[in-house]
């Protein structure tokens, strides 16, 4: 008896593989050929991807201005409420 043969597709990086049912080998595969990139489109690419970063960048700048603004007025809130008796806090070793 000879051994059965799977045809399987990668669903991931489309790869045409054929196994050995029996032991599980790759017995022959043939990946999907990359489509050529040329340089301007790579140059193009990086562009955008340059604007993208600097879109980010002042988004998340603007962010942490707005939220250094938050984290002040949370501070000067909570000033009002600090008891300022003088009074030092009792310990858990003051107890003893």
């Given at each position: 008896m000879g051994s059965k043969k799977l045809d399987i597709i990668c669903p991931c990086c489309e790869t045409?593989?054929?196994?050995?049912?029996?032991?599980?080998?790759?017995i022959w595969e043939e990946r999907k050929p990359k489509?050529?990139?040329?340089?301007?489109?790579?140059?193009?690419?990086?562009?955008?991807?340059?604007?993208?970063?600097?879109?980010?960048?002042?988004?998340?700048?603007?962010?942490?201005k707005a939220r250094g603004r938050v984290l002040d007025e949370i501070f000067k809130e909570s000033t009002k409420h600090v008891d300022r008796s003088g009074e030092k806090p009792l310990r858990d070793f003051d107890f003893d």
């Amino acid at each position: 008896m000879g051994s059965k043969k799977l045809d399987i597709i990668c669903p991931c990086c489309e790869t045409k593989l054929q196994v050995d049912q029996k032991t599980g080998e790759i017995i022959w595969e043939e990946r999907k050929p990359k489509p050529e990139v040329s340089l301007t489109d790579m140059v193009k690419g990086l562009e955008n991807k340059k604007e993208e970063n600097e879109d980010i960048f002042k988004k998340n700048r603007e962010n942490q201005k707005a939220r250094g603004r938050v984290l002040d007025e949370i501070f000067k809130e909570s000033t009002k409420h600090v008891d300022r008796s003088g009074e030092k806090p009792l310990r858990d070793f003051d107890f003893d």
